[in-house]
């Protein structure tokens, strides 16, 4: 009875030694994988940095008053151009001639329809 002890006591502490290695290593791969993700991290950060900077620089108002100047075509916003939301017009749904055409001959399989709207009459 001892030596079975003994057997298992020796298996389990293999086992266990293996486990606490493989524990270990599987750490250090993720403390890898997070030293390469704060790396990444710190080089996006400096490219919102440097594009924080660069889009400060287009945003001089020296800057954009010179394009002001050159361009003669430009006037100040009046109140009339701001509209509300809901002043804006609905935008027309997407025309399917073809499919309108094909659904009017009767080839469009009827499970497929996805409710084609009528085409808008062309103008001349």
Do not use: C
């Amino acid at each position: 009875m001892p030596r079975i002890f003994h057997a298992f006591a020796i298996l389990f502490l293999i086992g266990s030694a293996v486990y606490v290695y493989k524990v270990k290593y599987d750490t250090m791969a993720l403390t890898a994988e997070v030293a390469r993700y704060n790396k990444l991290i710190a080089v996006e950060q400096d490219r919102i940095a440097l594009l924080k900077a660069e889009w400060q620089g287009l945003n001089r108002p020296d800057r954009l008053q010179k394009m002001a100047d050159n361009n003669p075509d430009l006037v100040p916003l009046t109140t009339q151009q701001i509209v509300r939301w809901q002043d804006v017009p609905d935008r027309t749904s997407n025309v399917d001639m073809i499919g309108d055409k094909l659904s009017t001959l009767g080839l469009v399989d009827p499970s497929l329809a996805t409710g084609a709207t009528k085409p808008a009459a062309r103008k001349p």
